[in-house]
């Protein structure tokens, strides 16, 4: 009964692969999140996403791109992988107009770009 | 954008011991602050927010006060465990137009509570 699962937890590839890491909620919120935490554990939102609205953080290459093909699932695809991508990716969700704002977390996946 | 600065970045204490985590955020239209606790290779898990219409909320050993005019917020812990030990984020969030919220974090403080 996981709230928020990702896959793969681990991600080991080679710079210049097209990777995917798929994110699913059973919650049933309407809105979900992905998040890069850095080796520094600097915790960056990189994108928002419910039925009525794709919020990017304008820092973010667009080499990265979200994917929802429907309110439970929202993966992220990453082509051209690079060094500086390796980090612990974060997908969450939340409830959008419910009386609290509370983001879940997933377990994370762990990407290294070798 | 809303800019976000946690200090410290480390706090170590002793076992029952007081703990405060300060973070003063840069955007006035922020609402709403949530506190996570990320353990070791865990998510980070909420545990106490206040939105911008409340000075002060308390749960149990954790507490959180807002200062709107300053724009500051604090989490104090009290009677500190050794199972208090993880890293702290704060946050400060905004929502945007379709309902969702974009929360900046802090660069997270590093508790370590000794026994």
Same mark, same amino acid.
């Given at each position: 009964?996981?709230?928020?699962?990702?896959? &793969?937890?681990?991600?080991?590839?080679?710079?210049g692969n097209d990777k995917s890491i798929k994110c699913e909620q059973n919650l049933g919120h309407d809105t979900m999140y992905w998040y890069k935490q850095d080796s520094k554990k600097f915790l960056k939102i990189m994108f928002s996403y419910n039925n009525k609205e794709l919020i990017i953080n304008e820092t973010v290459p667009n080499r990265f791109s979200p994917k $929802? &093909?429907?309110?439970?699932h929202l993966n992220l695809h990453i082509n051209s992988l690079e060094l500086g991508d390796s980090a612990v990716y974060f997908c969450a969700s939340s409830l959008?107009? $419910?009386?609290?704002?509370?983001?879940?977390?997933? &377990?994370?996946?762990r990407l290294t770009v070798l | 954008g809303e800019n976000v600065e946690q200090h410290p970045s480390t706090l170590s204490v002793q076992e029952g011991d007081s703990a405060v985590i300060k973070c003063t955020y840069s955007d006035s239209a922020s609402n709403y602050f949530p506190w996570?606790?990320?353990?070791? %290779?865990?998510?980070?898990q909420l545990i106490i927010d206040?939105?911008?219409?409340?000075?002060?909320?308390?749960?149990?050993?954790?507490?959180?006060?807002?200062?709107?005019?300053?724009k500051h917020f604090s989490l104090h812990i009290t009677e500190t465990q050794p199972e208090d030990s993880a890293v702290y984020f704060c946050a400060a969030s905004t929502h945007a137009?379709? %309902?969702?919220?974009?929360?900046?974090?802090?660069?997270?403080?590093?508790l370590i509570v000794h026994p």
């Open positions: 009964d996981t709230a928020v699962s990702q896959t &793969p937890k681990y991600l080991v590839t080679q710079m $929802s &093909p429907d309110k439970a959008t107009g $419910s009386n609290t704002d509370t983001q879940y977390f997933g &377990p994370g996946t | 996570y606790k990320q353990e070791l %290779g865990k998510r980070p206040i939105r911008s219409n409340v000075g002060e909320k308390k749960d149990q050993r954790i507490a959180v006060t807002l200062n709107k005019t300053a137009s379709g %309902g969702s919220y974009i929360p900046t974090f802090g660069r997270g403080t590093s």
